[in-house]
């Protein structure tokens, strides 16, 4: 029988406003799409400078996925989180203010920075304020939360467009990021034990045994081994972001210019495809936590869940060469993404198994794979179609990748803790005589 809590707890106030974070981060950063065919005019941009543009987030972001798990696991999500929210804000406002492609660069340059820590640091969070049965689901819901940011942004700026201009929608949208910022830095602490709202059954459920004790020595992070460690997650997600990001930037443009649509058209096609996803990134994670409960086998729950996803999309995706038929297309991309999205929950939820000491880092080590597809992706997919003038040929490279990625899944191994966590039984001491 399922029971309904009658108050909204502490741990579930922070994972809502993990969520928001989540949605409003990737407005941010996918909301150029969107723009993109409007500022491409403007500016007189070709697709290749286009795609350099959808890249230029990616640098940085790769850098500090590293970079900020391991500021998360030093000073905590709340920092981390306020001074990240308040870079990615402004580098959301001030793409409002852009006068060519240099600017426009730097633009997206300052919101991969801000935006680059985002994940790892909210693994962080999570690491401490959800039970260990409901990570799958923690992160299925708030990477669905993320496609749902996917799915309304593309007619949300269009509305925005519409009234505002680009340029003012980039300033709403920037100043909607301050005011989430302000208030998790007032509600989240980083201890649950230090939160007012935190209950004893909150505690218990979150395996916090004594209200009292102080908090745990944070052990310096062993990089050496942690990155071999993490090496088989990195390139398994790196084949993930790969089709991720091509949907990301370029799926608008795929419609206006492939098929011929007007923005708001290919607006509502896109934001079809992205719905899509919110029900995998929920499904995966319920799924992946579903089958923890009744094997207690991490590598089912987490490796069969992901490679099933990628083999997924990797058939919808080869649909997608056999027929021109709007619709269709339509479908088979929404599919596709379904799919993909069904990888997200067990795959964020392999750096808390494999290493609950350092989550942030070891999320940060696994998303700069796809961080990095986030360079080499948009770029390649403008480049083929300004050399072919094909829309679909792009997608071959993702099919390829997917099926590798779905072997690499066998590789990364939930099950075995990372060795180099310190023996938590403290060392004994021999009395004075």
């Known amino acids: 029988m399922i029971t309904i809590p009658r108050r909204v707890t502490a741990p579930g106030m922070v994972l809502f406003l993990l969520c928001l974070m989540y949605f409003i981060t990737y407005v941010d950063r996918v909301n150029v799409g969107t723009a993109g065919p409007a500022i491409k005019g403007e500016l007189g941009l070709t697709n290749t400078q286009l795609g350099l543009v959808f890249s230029a987030f990616a640098y940085p972001y790769a850098v500090f996925q590293i970079v900020g798990g ?63 049965d409901q990570r799958g689901f923690a992160q299925g819901i708030t990477h669905s939360f993320a496609r749902f940011g996917n799915a309304i942004t593309p007619p949300l700026v269009v509305v925005l467009m519409g009234f505002v201009g680009w340029r003012g929608a980039f300033v709403i949208l920037g100043l909607v990021s301050f005011v989430w910022v302000v208030v998790w830095f007032a509600y989240y602490r980083d201890d649950p034990r230090t939160h007012k709202g935190v209950t004893d059954a909150d505690l218990a459920r979150l395996a916090i045994r004594d209200r009292a004790a102080p908090p745990a020595v944070k052990p310096p992070v062993p990089w050496r081994r942690l990155v071999v460690r993490m090496a088989p997650v990195m390139l398994t997600y790196f084949c993930y972001g790969w089709s991720l990001w091509l949907y990301l930037n370029w799926l608008p443009s795929f419609f206006k210019d492939g098929y011929g649509l007007d923005i ?23 799924a992946s936590d579903r089958i923890l409960r009744r094997t207690g086998d991490l590598q089912k729950a987490r490796r069969n869940v992901i490679a099933f996803g990628m083999l997924g999309a990797a058939a919808c995706l080869a649909g997608v060469f056999f027929t021109k038929e709007l619709t269709l297309v339509a479908l088979l991309l929404s599919g596709g993404f379904f799919f993909l999205e069904l990888v997200i929950g067990p795959i964020w939820s392999v750096p808390m198994d494999i290493a609950p000491l350092y989550a942030g880092t070891a999320s940060g080590l696994m998303n700069f794979g796809s961080a990095f597809a986030a360079i080499v992706s948009p770029l390649t997919f403008g480049f083929i179609v300004d050399v072919t003038g094909n829309w679909i040929l792009p997608f071959a490279g993702s099919i390829g990748l997917l099926i590798l990625g779905a072997g690499l899944a066998f590789t990364m191994h939930p099950e075995r803790p990372f060795l180099d966590a310190p023996d938590p039984t403290p060392p004994r001491t021999v009395p004075a005589e």
């Open 264 to 286: 708001k058209n290919s607006a509502l096609f896109a934001s079809g495809v992205f719905f899509a996803g919110v029900i995998g990134d929920t499904l995966g994670g319920l």
């Open 70 to 132: 391991a500021m998360a696991d030093k000073w905590g999500a709340r920092r981390t989180l306020f001074i990240c929210g308040l870079i990615w804000a402004a580098a959301t406002i001030s793409t409002g203010f852009v006068g060519g492609v240099v600017s426009l660069f730097l633009a997206r340059f300052a919101l991969g920075f801000g935006e680059g820590a985002t994940f790892p640091t909210a693994t962080r969070a999570m690491q401490s304020w959800v039970a260990k």
